[in-house]
């Protein structure tokens, strides 16, 4: 079983910087997928990016989002750049069990999902 926890939310303007979280407990943690992904007010979730031995972006945040990890902590991190207006939503981590094949941006893909954190970016 593994526990995600996001934090680093916030409200932020348009064109700041704000670096999330997703703390996981687990044994077996190190060897899984994480992603990120975010729910947009009154739109369905949506991929952001995801990382295991390799990563993958939406093509919305190439160039400004990073996800990278710290294995020592247990911690997946989003550093989101030059964030937009359009960058407002819900972000929540989700860990996947599978470790071989590339990031997956599927929702069902990925076993276990945190509470999820409020980011907004005014205009």
């Known amino acids: 079983q593994v526990q995600l926890v996001e934090s680093g939310g916030g409200l932020v303007q348009a064109g700041g910087s704000l670096r999330l979280s997703c703390a996981a407990s687990?044994?077996?943690?190190?060897?899984?997928?994480t992603g990120w992904f975010r729910q947009p007010p009154g739109k369905e979730r949506q991929f952001v990016a995801a990382i295991n031995w390799s990563t993958k972006y939406a093509d919305s945040v190439k160039g400004r989002f990073t996800i990278s990890r710290d294995n020592a902590k247990n911690t997946v991190y989003l550093q989101m750049n030059a964030l937009k207006p359009e960058d407002t939503a819900v972000y929540c981590c989700?860990?996947?069990?599978?470790?071989?094949?590339?990031?997956?941006?599927?929702?069902?893909?990925?076993?276990?999902w945190g509470q999820g954190t409020q980011v907004t970016v005014s205009s």
């Open positions: 989700a860990a996947d069990r599978s470790w071989g094949p590339p990031p997956s941006e599927s929702l069902t893909k990925y076993d276990y």
């Open positions: 687990g044994r077996t943690y190190g060897s899984y997928t």
